[in-house]
């Protein structure tokens, strides 16, 4: 018969002890880390139930995917088609004004009444395209140095409408001033007439051939009045 070692039959007497007073193999404690039910603890949410869905977010519903599905329609109002600026082609916008190289002047036959001088100053459409006049022209009398002589002609009330001139038509102004003569204005006599058609910087030249005009004192003012369709009143 093989011999135990003494330590051998005290492990073997101690094993016997615990088997006989039925205590369990487990480590000491107050319950933490332990095994079994777990215990409800006031304060604290109840344990989840049913399994958790793999790769759902956090913050979604089980079953649903956070991420949205490759094959969704776009939202409702999302703006589609071309680029911003491929989407046609834009209509010049071309102007109809007469423009000074488009036009001559000249002034038209005499009409004198009651002390007054009056003219008709017109415009004459020389191009090959159909254009308007708008307004008033603007005018002044010069020297043959191209000094002016005598204020800017002043505006007579009217209504600006726009004048339609096609190729060869022509729209007049009334030029109107007081005879010096009898109004006893200081004269000068021009030696030509220079007129702007209306929106223009260009100006037109017209040899004056009418005798004197008043150029300051009394009753010297110059008028013009607002351009309209033909040649003359």
Known sequence: MAHKSPSA????LLVGAVAVLGLPLTACGHGSGTSGAPRKVSGTAAPATGDTTA???????????????GGAAPPSGA????????????????????????????VGRENPGAGQENFPVVLTNTSGRTCTVHGYPGAAFVDASGRQLGPDPKRSAGTPTTVTLKPGRSAWAGLTFS???VSGARAATPAALIVTPPDERDHLTV??????VPVGGNASSVFLTVLSPGTEP
């Open 9 to 12: 039959r005290r492990v073997a």
């Open 55 to 69: 790769g759902t977010a956090p913050g979604t519903a089980p079953g649903t995917s956070s991420a949205p599905s």
């Open 79 to 106: 703006a589609t088609g071309s680029a911003p600026g491929t989407g046609g082609t834009r209509t010049p916008v071309t102007s109809t004004r007469c423009h000074t190289s488009e036009l001559r002047a000249s």
């Open 179 to 181: 005879n010096p003569q």
């Open 207 to 212: 040899k004056w051939t009418a005798g004197q």
